[in-house]
């Protein structure tokens, strides 16, 4: 090992630093990581926005309930005080749907996203330590998904099976969507196999199973954090744009039947029904941008290289 290389991260398998003092040694990872989010001001307000919408998408529905009355006289009625949003072509209330449109979004995301993660980290690890045939056969694999278009992929998906299950729907997004992600950890692991705590961990014939995952995986905890965050975005725009194309049955209530919805029936002609369309494209846009705010400050936290600059 050169003598530039960069810190090498501490294992179990790896010389234990002494133990901190004062005030540091009676502080968690997760207060410390809050703290840092809360200096930074786009940290921060990344922070309130996904808490936010967090709140009022899976608390919102049990305050305001999740049946939604209406009234088909009072269709595309104008905001008012009693209806903030109005109501839409069905006499139901904007908000209301708005509200109880936000939990099918995220369990999409969050789901895809932790599926995409386990397989990308899973095969990503293995293929970047034992490499040989295994690696090429996964690299193959990856590039023969990687060609074909998601979109189409899911398109045609969608076309066999009936995409009405937001878990199904979540399954299916985060198997397609892990190869990008399983190159760049495999890309990791070539780097950390080479380093001292791993050939430590392999002098004390532990086993692969502990050098990859107890010894390599947690030395990309941040890595593999900051991707996940950006695999939830992702597989929004994944499920929002299935709905917005029609290729996913238009059933129940979401951020994205609510735009197919208001597009296919011109509400963004009319003056009184304009808040249907922009609602849900505004709380998507909000949530995004919280998320890649988030994303951006955690790299700057857990990435020592940008921290010190």
Not at 150 to 164: K, N, P, T
Not at 167 to 178: D, E, H, R
Not at 207 to 231: C, Q, T
Request: proline letters at 6%.
């Amino acid at each position: 090992m050169s003598a530039d290389a960069p810190p090498v991260p501490t294992t179990a398998a790896a010389t234990v630093p002494p133990p901190a003092t004062g005030k540091a040694a009676g502080t968690s990872p997760l207060r410390r990581l809050l703290n840092e989010l809360t200096r930074s001001t786009s940290g921060f307000l990344g922070l309130c926005l996904v808490v936010a919408i967090l709140l009022l998408s899976l608390v919102g529905p049990l305050v305001v309930g999740t049946e939604v009355p209406g009234d088909a006289s009072r269709a595309w009625e104008a905001p008012s005080a009693q209806h903030w949003l109005g109501l839409e072509g069905t006499g139901k209330d904007t908000l209301h749907l708005l509200v109880i449109g936000g939990r099918t979004v995220l369990m999409v995301g969050f789901l895809a996203a932790a599926i995409t993660t386990v397989i990308a980290v899973a095969i990503g690890s293995l293929a970047g330590y034992f490499g040989g045939r295994f690696d090429a056969a996964m690299l193959q694999l990856t590039d023969i998904v990687m060609t074909v278009p998601q979109i189409v992929l899911l398109a045609v998906v969608g076309a066999f099976y009936s995409l009405d299950s937001p878990m199904l729907l979540g399954v299916i997004i985060g198997v397609l969507t892990w190869p990008v992600l399983m190159r760049s950890i495999r890309a990791q692991v070539l780097s950390l196999k080479e380093r001292e705590f791993v050939e430590a961990a392999q002098l004390l014939d532990v086993g692969w199973v502990r050098v990859v995952f107890g010894e390599i995986v947690p030395n990309m905890a941040s890595y593999i954090l900051i991707n996940f965050i950006i695999a939830v975005t992702n597989a929004i725009y994944a499920m929002v744009g299935l709905y917005l194309l029609g290729l996913a049955p238009q059933k129940g209530t979401n951020w994205g039947i609510m735009i197919n919805d208001a597009w296919t029936k011109g509400a963004m002609f009319n003056p009184d029904a304009v808040a249907y369309i922009v609602a849900p494209v505004t709380m998507i846009v909000l949530l995004q941008l919280g998320l890649i705010l988030l994303t951006r400050t955690l790299e700057e936290i857990l990435n020592p290289r940008l921290r010190d600059r």
